[in-house]
């Protein structure tokens, strides 16, 4: 554990990762309409949304707990 840092709750690295996914998928597709991201490809977005999709299926089915 890094210096200067208290216990971690279960499953905060999940819910982190499983925030990220969400909000960098809804950021790529909500922002689709300017220019530069018109040209990101369709199988990418798609791509970042089922990343998103299997991160919060596996912080429903399967939370991390404590080691």
């Known amino acids: ?3 200067g840092q208290g216990p971690r709750r279960p499953g905060s ?3 982190r990762r499983c925030a ?3 909000g960098l998928a809804l950021l790529v597709w909500g922002l689709r ?3 530069p991201l018109q040209f ?7 791509g970042l ?9 596996a912080l429903l089915l399967a939370p991390r707990r404590w080691r």
Do not use: C, T
């Open 20 to 22: 990220i996914a969400v």
């Open 40 to 46: 990101v490809p369709g199988w990418l977005v798609a």
């Open 1 to 3: 554990m890094a210096q």
């Open 49 to 57: 949304l089922a990343w998103a999709l299997l991160e919060v299926a």
């Open 13 to 15: 690295e999940q819910r």
């Open 33 to 35: 309409w300017l220019w």
